[in-house]
Every structure is written in structure tokens, then in C-alpha cells.
């Protein structure tokens, strides 16, 4: 199977709104509260515009994952990234329900970290789970991140603060 990400775009506003509309009970114990606007298509332009702004600042690197016919299966963002001393990133990612359990994930990642780590030249990407997702941690697992903590109350995520456990991925070769 070839994955891709790649940059996303308004032209993903369409597929992405489908997704969240068909995702929605099977993602929302893992994200924040959305209002009602966001599973729509101009919902998802914002989204998009907004994500493409931060890109263009260069504190975000904001794909769309495809899987193996092309078609959007998901997104995946490297966020806040800091130049200087730190020269790191969060990463976030979620994929169509329809779409676990194929690898799309793990692929994803690992591709994302190639781009961190070549294009981008970052030294660590971090990333967070809920305690509860044992799924994404997996994902995290097969491409090398490592547990380093846990953090109370992280992210407010269905209304409700909840801890994370912390992630980290480090780039070796980058001086």
C-alpha cells in the first residue's frame, strides 16, 4: 500500500467535512469540543485557512493523509514549531474510522517525522495521548516515540481536562 501526505489545501474542504460529518461519535472522545460550524464545509475552509496561515509563518506544517487510492483518510499536523535552541514540534493526527487498522497511521507518522527531521531539521517532535488511547500510542510505539511522561489535566478534550501521556521523538543527526 503507497501512502502519501501531503500539504493540504482548500480544495480538501469537501472530503474533510465528510469525514468529521461521518467521524464524528468515533472522534469526538478524542478531541476537543467542536461547534456546530466545524463539521461543515466552510467550517472546514476556516480550518484549512487558518492551518495554512500558521504553514505560511512557519509554525505549523499541516497535511492531509491519503490513502492508497488518494482519497483524504485523515489529517496530520506538526504545530508549534520553535526554532533556536529548541527546534522541536507537537504532532497531532487522526484518521477515519473506516481507515484504522491498516497502517495508514504508522505511515503517516513515519513520513511526517522524515519531513521534520530532513526538510524542516527539528530535533524532537513530541506528541500526546489520552491515557485511554491505547491505539495511538501503538501508532507512536512502531515509530520510535517514547514515553517520557505524564502530564494532569493536559488538554481539555470532550469538555473535560484530561491527562496525557507525553511523547517524544528525537533526531539524532541533526546537530
Known amino acids: 500500500m503507497t501512502l502519501r501526505i501531503r500539504l493540504i489545501n482548500t480544495g480538501d474542504c469537501e472530503a474533510l467535512a465528510e469525514l468529521q460529518v461521518r467521524n464524528r461519535d468515533f472522534l469526538s472522545p478524542w478531541g476537543p469540543t467542536r461547534a456546530e460550524d466545524y463539521f461543515t464545509v466552510e467550517g472546514q475552509r476556516a480550518d484549512i485557512e487558518a492551518a495554512l496561515a500558521r504553514h505560511g509563518r512557519g509554525d505549523a506544517m499541516p497535511w492531509v493523509i491519503l490513502d492508497d487510492d488518494g482519497a483524504v483518510a485523515g489529517r496530520l499536523t506538526l504545530s508549534g514549531i520553535t526554532r533556536g535552541p529548541f ?62 511522561g505524564l502530564a494532569p489535566k493536559y488538554l481539555k478534550i470532550a469538555g473535560t481536562w484530561q491527562d496525557h501521556l507525553m511523547f517524544q521523538h528525537l533526531n539524532d543527526s541533526v546537530g
Open 87 to 148: 527546534q522541536s514540534c507537537n504532532m497531532g493526527y487522526w484518521l477515519s474510522e473506516d481507515r484504522t487498522g491498516k497502517g495508514l497511521a504508522t505511515e503517516a507518522v513515519q513520513a511526517a517525522l522524515v519531513s521534520a527531521y530532513t526538510e524542516l531539521e527539528l530535533h524532537r517532535v513530541q506528541a500526546e495521548t489520552l491515557v485511554a488511547n491505547v491505539a495511538s500510542q501503538n501508532v507512536l510505539a512502531k515509530t520510535g516515540f517514547q514515553q517520557y
